[in-house]
């Protein structure tokens, strides 16, 4: 049985950093990438950033680049998002995201809340 968990999250304040991971198990034939979206209040969800399991290659969505790293364990489906610099603007529920192949399927975590408030 396919499983994500998510941990990380809380409630910091502007200029802080958090450190956001995500285990996932019952994978029969593998990742091809884990990835972090968020979804703030009233707005669409978005990816964040993306890693993949053979050759570590990353990407990051505009708005966190330079402030947030992600990477994972070599061997284990566990991927991390580190954030710094936080800003209000990164409030949201931050969800894995795990896809077997290019095309899918798609496992999703249940999501943790981030706030970053004064």
């Known amino acids: 049985q396919v499983q994500v968990v998510e941990s990380g999250g809380g409630l910091v304040q502007p200029g802080g950093s958090l450190r956001l991971s995500c285990a996932a198990s019952g994978f029969t034939f593998g990742v091809y990438d884990m990835t972090w979206y968020r979804r703030a209040p009233g707005k669409e969800r978005e990816l964040v950033a993306s890693?993949?399991?053979?050759?570590?290659?990353?990407r990051y969505a505009d708005s966190v680049k330079g402030r947030f790293t992600i990477s994972r364990d070599n061997g284990k489906y566990t991927v991390y998002l580190q954030m710094d610099s936080l800003k209000p603007e990164d409030t949201a529920v931050y969800y894995c995201?795990?896809?077997?192949?290019?095309?899918?399927?798609?496992?999703w975590g249940q999501g943790t809340q981030v706030t970053v408030s004064s």
């Open positions: 890693i993949t399991t053979v050759g570590s290659s990353t």
């Open positions: 995201n795990i896809r077997t192949t290019v095309l899918g399927p798609n496992y």
